[in-house]
C-alpha cells in the first residue's frame, strides 16, 4: 500500500511535469544556443550516470530486497542509492529541457518529499533487520556516496528473471528525453504552441 501511494505521487508529479513541458520552451534556445546545447548535453550524461547506477543498483538487489539486508556494491557507499542516481537522473532529465527551472522543480520537489520516505523505510529495515542494520547505518551514509567504502564480491548470483524487470525502470531517464525530443519537434512543427518560456 505505502509503495503504491509513493509511485502514485510520483507518477502525479511527473505528469504536471510533462503537462509543463508541453506548454513552455526554454528562453535559452533564442536567447543563447550555447547555452541550451550545454544544458542539453549535460542532461544527457546525466540521465546516462542515473541510468547504469540504477542497473548497479538493480543487480545487487533485484530478488533480495524483501530477503536479507544487500549492504554490497552501490549499498556499500550510501544507504539508499537506487534514490540516489534517480536524483541524478531527474536533474538530467530537467536539464535536457534546456532550461534551469525544472531542474530546480524538480531538486526542490525531491528534496521535499524524499527525506519522508527515507526515514520510513529506514524504520522498516531496523524492524527488520535489528543489529545489523545498526551497524550499517553507523557506517555506511544515509545518501550521499561514500566511495572508499565501496566493496564488492568476487562472485554474486543475480536473478536473471528479476533483474530484467528491472531494467526497464532504470531506462526511464533516457526515454524520457526522448520523449522532451518528441514534444520539441511537435512544437517546430507547429503541432503544440508555446504559451511561455523558463529560463
Given at each position: 500500500m505505502y509503495r503504491r501511494t509513493r509511485l502514485n505521487i510520483t507518477r502525479i508529479f511527473v505528469g504536471l511535469l510533462v503537462m509543463l513541458m508541453l506548454v513552455s520552451s526554454s528562453r535559452w534556445e533564442a536567447k543563447s544556443p550555447m547555452i541550451s546545447a550545454i544544458l542539453f548535453l549535460a542532461g544527457c550524461f546525466l540521465a546516462g550516470i542515473a541510468s547504469l547506477g540504477r542497473l548497479w543498483c538493480a543487480l545487487y538487489i533485484a530478488g533480495y530486497k524483501t530477503k536479507r539486508l544487500?549492504?554490497?556494491?552501490?549499498?556499500?557507499?550510501?544507504?539508499?542509492?537506487?534514490?540516489?542516481?534517480?536524483?541524478?537522473?531527474?536533474?538530467?532529465?530537467?536539464?535536457?529541457?534546456?532550461?534551469?527551472?525544472?531542474?530546480?522543480?524538480?531538486?526542490?520537489?525531491?528534496?521535499?518529499?524524499?527525506?519522508?520516505?527515507?526515514?520510513?523505510?529506514?524504520?522498516?529495515?531496523?524492524?527488520?533487520?535489528d543489529e545489523e542494520f545498526e551497524t550499517y547505518f553507523r557506517t555506511v551514509p544515509r545518501f550521499w556516496p561514500k566511495w572508499s567504502l565501496l566493496t564488492e564480491p568476487e562472485e554474486y548470483t543475480v536473478i536473471p528473471k528479476t533483474f530484467r524487470k528491472h531494467i526497464f525502470s532504470a531506462l526511464w531517464f533516457i526515454w524520457l528525453i526522448g520523449i522532451l525530443e518528441l514534444i520539441e519537434q511537435f512544437r517546430e512543427m507547429n503541432i503544440l504552441s508555446t504559451s511561455f518560456s523558463l529560463y
Open positions: 544487500v549492504v554490497n556494491g552501490p549499498y556499500s557507499i550510501c544507504r539508499n542509492p537506487l534514490y540516489f542516481f534517480s536524483l541524478i537522473g531527474g536533474i538530467g532529465v530537467g536539464l535536457a529541457t534546456e532550461t534551469f527551472t525544472i531542474p530546480i522543480l524538480i531538486l526542490a520537489a525531491f528534496a521535499w518529499y524524499y527525506p519522508y520516505v527515507i526515514r520510513h523505510e529506514e524504520e522498516k529495515l531496523r524492524m527488520h533487520y
